[in-house]
């Protein structure tokens, strides 16, 4: 049997869909299956090399380059944006297709649908088989060996600010501006590409979004990020989270984690591109430690590390 692995990575709709991808493919990997990645990225060269350093069998940068098996081949697709009646991911392609799903997912056919939201009881709008909650939230290997750990003798207060895997709508340079007014003494470390303001005083440094984000933030004391899949990342690390919900799919997140009391909601983008952020809460995670030892501890035992294994111990058995 052979897994083909279909998603997109690009500066406009984000990386969220092939690092869940590829935190499969691992798993996949690991266990010495055949695997196979199709998809374009455009923009995100530590995505690409990302798949390029993870071990397939073959990538396809284009979907109509490949010819798929349907004696043999099971399709896993992750996506928004791939049309319903696209004729790469029709059934009669493949053996089986398993299909990561939310509320915005288009309703694709497929044999198995994975939810990797908070609600284990989330079932959607249709009646093929679901495996959803947090138990099948997929994770990349490397994030169960940077687990948060706090410096020896830090003196100051250290942040991350992360807009996931790109930074369309400028999240990055919103929050900077609100930290720059704030007196307070921290470190900031600002995750962007694009970042490039002079204005910023020695506090902050501006470091490009690329594979040793994990390591960077190790020791962050308090993480300001999109309520993407990012944010599960943190927070499955033991880290100290502030959420943004700056798209439509992030809704979902950024309304379950703040019930959940387990992060601390900090604003949103509006529908004209505006932002909405919450400064007092902004200084509140950052001068109380109350307050961000109670989030942390709320969030224990939310998210383990092993979405990915449980995804594939269900593909292989299909």
Same mark, same amino acid.
């Given at each position: 049997?052979?897994?083909?692995?279909?998603?997109?990575?690009?500066?406009?709709?984000?990386?969220?869909? $092939?690092?869940?991808?590829?935190?499969?493919?691992?798993? &996949?990997?690991?266990?010495?299956?055949?695997?196979?990645?199709?998809?374009?990225?455009?923009?995100?060269?530590?995505?690409?090399?990302?798949?390029?350093?993870?071990?397939?069998?073959?990538?396809?940068?284009?979907?109509?380059?490949?010819?798929?098996?349907?004696?043999?081949? $099971?399709?896993?697709?992750?996506?928004?944006?791939?049309?319903?009646?696209?004729?790469?991911?029709?059934?009669? *392609?493949?053996? /089986?297709?398993?299909?990561?799903?939310?509320?915005?997912?288009?309703? =694709?056919?497929?044999?198995?649908?994975?939810?990797?939201?908070?609600?284990?009881?989330?079932?959607?709008?249709?009646?093929?088989?679901?495996?959803?909650?947090?138990? =099948?939230?997929?994770?990349?290997?490397? &994030?169960?060996?940077?687990? /948060?750990? #706090?410096?020896?003798?830090?003196?100051?207060?250290?942040? #991350? $600010?992360?807009?996931?895997?790109?930074?369309?709508?400028?999240?990055?340079?919103?929050?900077?501006?609100?930290?720059?007014?704030?007196?307070?003494?921290?470190?900031?470390?600002?995750?962007?590409?694009?970042? /490039?303001?002079?204005?910023?005083?020695?506090?902050?440094?501006?470091?490009?979004?690329?594979?040793?984000?994990?390591? /960077?933030?190790?020791? #962050?004391?308090?993480? &300001?990020?999109?309520?993407?899949?990012?944010?599960?990342?943190?927070?499955?690390?033991?880290?100290?989270?502030?959420?943004?919900?700056?798209?439509?799919?992030?809704?979902?997140? =950024? *309304?379950? &984690?703040?019930?959940?009391? $387990?992060?601390?909601?900090?604003?949103?983008?509006?529908?004209?591109?505006?932002?909405?952020?919450?400064?007092?809460?902004? =200084?509140?995670?950052?001068?109380?430690?109350?307050?961000?030892? *109670?989030?942390?501890?709320?969030?224990?035992?939310?998210?383990?590390?092993?979405?990915?294994?449980?995804?594939?111990?269900?593909?292989?058995?299909?």
């Amino acid at each position: 049997m052979r897994y083909v692995l279909r998603a997109d990575a690009t500066q406009s709709i984000g990386a969220g869909h $092939v690092m869940r991808s590829t935190a499969v493919a691992e798993e &996949l990997i690991a266990r010495g299956n055949d695997v196979v990645f199709v998809g374009q990225i455009s923009g995100l060269p530590w995505a690409e090399e990302r798949i390029a350093s993870l071990g397939f069998t073959l990538i396809h940068n284009n979907p109509s380059n490949f010819i798929s098996n349907p004696k043999s081949d $099971v399709l896993f697709l992750d996506s928004y944006e791939i049309p319903i009646d696209n004729a790469f991911i029709a059934p009669k *392609n493949w053996l /089986h297709i398993v299909a990561m799903v939310d509320e915005l997912t288009p309703g =694709y056919r497929c044999t198995l649908r994975i939810h990797p939201g908070l609600d284990p009881n989330w079932i959607g709008q249709s009646n093929v088989p679901i495996l959803s909650g947090p138990k =099948y939230i997929p994770f990349r290997s490397s &994030l169960s060996k940077n687990m /948060h750990t #706090a410096s020896q003798g830090q003196n100051k207060l250290k942040i #991350a $600010v992360v807009a996931g895997g790109s930074d369309p709508y400028g999240m990055v340079n919103e929050i900077a501006k609100i930290l720059a007014k704030i007196p307070e003494k921290f470190e900031a470390y600002l995750f962007s590409d694009s970042l /490039h303001d002079s204005s910023l005083d020695s506090r902050f440094r501006v470091i490009e979004v690329g594979q040793h984000l994990d390591e /960077h933030t190790k020791n #962050a004391d308090l993480v &300001l990020t999109t309520s993407s899949t990012s944010s599960l990342e943190f927070l499955a690390r033991g880290l100290c989270v502030g959420i943004i919900c700056a798209v439509d799919n992030q809704e979902q997140y =950024y *309304n379950s &984690l703040g019930e959940l009391d $387990v992060a601390a909601q900090i604003g949103f983008r509006n529908l004209d591109n505006k932002w909405n952020l919450d400064k007092e809460k902004i =200084y509140s995670l950052i001068t109380s430690s109350d307050l961000r030892a *109670n989030l942390i501890e709320k969030a224990k035992g939310l998210i383990d590390f092993k979405g990915a294994s449980r995804i594939v111990d269900a593909m292989t058995t299909l």
